[in-house]
């Protein structure tokens, strides 16, 4: 059992069976990309750790950044605007793999894919550790899918709970 802040979290899935979901999604995306150099895209924070573990079992040329997704006020009338901060890169003709921990309603996703659609990207493809198939709302094709996992709160591994447990190596439940 774990105590963070006001909640108790339980052990949920090991190290183990990370590193093999991990290693699949590396294997699948290398297959997919013999003839590429995929551009992978970390969505921080939280993807911070599937990134490095992904990055090291991918054994083939490739390039990594970060991205971060802010949204601000333009004016009363036009609200909220999205906007991808950390984008250095041309992405004129790549292959950009969006790499995220968790997708939950896919509210963010559809943000992050529809900044990128806006690039001269080749193709954008999205990869992630987990999914919550029950949750998951929107029409944009997740390529490469790590677990599935009901509707319950989780954390570690690069996923936090208000700031803390980012640094665990395997991944809590919020127990019921
Ligand atoms: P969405 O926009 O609803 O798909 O939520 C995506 C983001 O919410 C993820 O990138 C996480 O930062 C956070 N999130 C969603 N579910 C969980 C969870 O179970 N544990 C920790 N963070 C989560």
């Known amino acids: 059992m774990l105590q963070i802040h006001d909640k108790v979290f339980e052990p949920y899935i090991t190290k183990q069976k990370l ?7 590396a294997n699948k ?16 924070n939280g993807s ?12 083939t040329p490739c390039e990594i ?16 605007v999205n906007q991808l901060i950390g ?27 529809a900044l990128l659609k806006q690039t001269s990207a ?4 999205i990869a992630t550790l987990f999914l919550k198939p029950t949750v998951y ?3 944009i094709k997740i390529d490469y899918t790590g677990l599935e996992i009901p509707n319950r709160f989780i954390l570690g591994y690069g996923m936090d709970y208000d700031g803390l447990g980012r ?7 919020l127990k019921d």
């Open 122 to 125: 080749k193709e954008v493809k």
């Open 87 to 113: 984008l250095n890169e041309d992405l004129t003709n790549r292959t950009v793999i969006v790499v995220e921990d968790i997708i939950d309603t896919g509210n963010t996703l559809e943000k992050i894919v």
């Open 137 to 139: 709302n929107k029409d």
């Open 29 to 44: 995306i290398a297959l997919d990309c013999k003839n590429e150099t995929p551009l992978f895209l970390g969505v921080l």
């Open 19 to 25: 590193s093999n979901a991990v290693e699949s999604i």
């Open 167 to 173: 640094n665990l190596d395997e991944v809590y439940v």
């Open 65 to 80: 950044s970060f991205i971060k997704l802010a949204s601000y006020q333009q004016t009363k009338s036009t609200g909220k």
């Open 48 to 59: 911070f750790m599937f990134c490095s573990d992904l990055l090291k079992a991918y054994k």
